[in-house]
């Protein structure tokens, strides 16, 4: 998953605390995605030095909060539009950035899932002309014919269920009950509380970006 990309998305309906953004990724994601507390809490850290996100204050029992600068909301604005992060998968990148769309309030699923459509479609077109061209479509690779063959069956078969995927989705929207999920309230168990008395045996103090 394009972790920086989907917390930023998460972001968009208002501030939220570091552990409340990281079970965003999971949640948000129907369980698919369950990515390691530290690397969320990096991820804040590195999308706020490249001021994406900054400072909101703090909760009332003093959890940092944050929120998306122009720039940041541009970038989400962007994923959601269908720029897939660099290296990422293709299909993760539609399945994440669909069912994040889908559990965000006051953001219209339906153009994205539209829009995920074209692209698939556009990939199992190109897939299946190069086999209805012939082999000396794919010049330039030194690929065994035979084995490159089986490897455009398989990206065509898989743009073949991203859309079966997306129509899926798509009735879902139209017909199902809200997908929309709002901010979880759970707090980090060892977050900080500047009222509480200092103990020998406490725990570490976690990051700022808690």
Request: aromatic share 4%; glycine share 10%.
């Given at each position: ?57 703090t909760t009332e029992d003093g ?148």
């Amino acid at each position: 998953m394009a972790v920086r990309e989907a917390l930023l998305a998460s972001l968009i309906p208002g501030p939220g605390y570091g552990f409340q953004l990281h079970g965003a990724l999971t949640a948000r994601t129907g369980g698919r995605r369950q990515v390691n507390v530290g690397q969320s809490y990096a991820t804040l850290e590195r999308a706020t030095k490249a001021k994406l996100i900054e400072a909101a204050g703090t909760t009332e029992d003093g959890l940092p909060l944050h929120r998306l600068t122009a720039t940041g909301r541009g970038a989400a604005d962007a994923w959601l539009g269908g720029e897939d992060a660099s290296g990422a998968d293709p299909w993760d990148e539609t399945v994440d950035r669909v069912l994040i769309a889908a559990s965000l309030p006051g953001v219209d699923v339906s153009p994205i899932v539209a829009a995920e459509g074209r692209r698939w479609r556009e990939r199992l077109e190109a897939a299946e002309f190069v086999d209805d061209a012939g082999p000396e479509s794919a010049s330039g690779t030194s690929a065994d014919p035979a084995l490159a063959a089986l490897a455009r069956a398989a990206d065509a078969a898989r743009a073949r269920a991203a859309i079966d995927w997306l129509e899926r989705v798509a009735v879902a929207v139209a017909s199902g009950p809200s997908l929309e999920l709002v901010p979880s309230a759970e707090r980090p168990r060892r977050g900080r509380r500047p009222s509480a008395p200092p103990e020998s045996d406490a725990d570490p103090q976690p990051s700022a970006i808690a």
